[in-house]
């Protein structure tokens, strides 16, 4: 169980990321096509998922057309920005935003991802959505990389999440103090402290 805040009061996630160097869990979200996609459809590609509580808030918004703009100069890179938001949610943003670059991607049938990567928040006022958090995965789906964002109020770290992704590229290696676990207490965007 981790734990992250909102407003500054601490809430639980139902388990821990899993770690760098691991195996990551194979999981099925649907996309706003109504059709599935499983982690095995992603392989021979790296993989950055980008997963919040809600497309309907600022910073979830904030982080998808952030990965939208930056996907298209990641070659071979797809992104993959999870929410249990249903799949028309995820298509009204991304149709009024013109965003293509991204797969959204929604827990509606099931509801397992957020258990296996243990982002789901099982208490608090956002009790059952997935907490933020930011996995980088190369092609054959081990971790590179995993960040839980400390304070839902957040946006994830972009640039650990970029760097990754080019020293992955240019040395065919992982810069191990970059690879972690701990949430983050930077990049926060005053004024926007209650919202997810």
Not at 139 to 153: A, H
Request: glycine letters at 8%; proline letters at 7%.
């Amino acid at each position: 169980m981790a734990q992250i805040t909102i407003g500054g009061a601490p809430f639980n996630t139902i388990g821990e990321l899993p770690d760098p160097g691991s195996k990551a869990p194979d999981f099925v979200l649907t996309k706003t096509d109504l059709t599935d996609i499983s982690l095995n459809d992603l392989k021979g590609k790296k993989v950055v998922i980008n997963i919040f509580p809600s497309i309907d808030t600022p910073v979830c918004s904030a982080s998808v057309r952030r990965f939208n703009e930056e996907v298209s100069n990641l070659q071979g890179t797809s992104v993959v920005c999870v929410s249990l938001d249903l799949p028309f949610a995820h298509s009204r943003f991304c149709e009024a935003e013109g965003i293509k670059d991204v797969i959204p991607a929604s827990e509606m049938r099931n509801r397992d991802f957020g258990d296996r990567y243990g982002v789901r928040m099982v208490d608090g006022p956002l009790a059952g959505l997935l907490a933020r958090a930011v996995i980088v995965l190369n092609e054959e789906s081990d971790i590179l990389y995993s960040k839980l964002v400390s304070d839902i109020s957040m946006e994830p770290e972009y640039d650990e999440v970029l760097n990754i992704l080019k020293k992955y590229e240019t040395e065919g290696g992982i810069d191990k103090e970059l690879c972690t676990q701990a949430p983050t207490a930077e990049h926060s965007r005053p004024g926007n402290n209650d919202e997810p």
